[in-house]
């Protein structure tokens, strides 16, 4: 099992940076991948970045957050980051983190979730 809590949303204007958090606790993540995915009132859940938790990292993103966003990670804390910069009102939703042993686009592929941060940009 693996447990993720998400923290860091609130409400910020556009053009401000936020960084929203992922704290994991359960097993071993040595064969996992770990992502970030957000939900907009009333559609789908994407994805948004993901990388293996080890081994080297290729981050994938999305092509809407493409050069604002960075994923990373710590080790020892066993958390990931999500870095948001140059907020813009399209970027309102609900943040997830979640972790697979594999990859995938999709969210339902995607085993473990946290219960998500809501991140709300609006001027």
């Known amino acids: 099992q693996v447990q993720l809590v998400e923290s860091g949303g609130g409400l910020v204007q556009p053009g401000d940076s936020l960084r929203l958090s992922c704290s994991i606790s359960?097993?071993?993540?040595?064969?996992?991948?770990m992502g970030w995915f957000r939900q907009a009132p009333g559609k789908d859940r994407i994805l948004v970045a993901a990388?293996?938790?080890?081994?080297?990292?290729?981050?994938v993103y999305a092509d809407s957050v493409k050069d604002r966003f960075v994923m990373s990670r710590d080790f020892v804390k066993r958390e990931v980051y999500l870095e948001m910069n140059n907020l813009k009102i399209e970027d309102t939703a609900v943040y997830f983190c979640?972790?697979?042993?594999?990859?995938?686009?999709?969210?339902?592929?995607?085993?473990?979730w946290g219960r998500g941060a809501l991140v709300t940009v609006s001027s």
């Open positions: 979640a972790a697979d042993q594999g990859f995938s686009n999709s969210s339902s592929a995607w085993r473990y």
């Open positions: 359960g097993r071993s993540l040595s064969t996992y991948y």
């Open positions: 990388f293996p938790w080890t081994g080297i990292t290729r981050t």
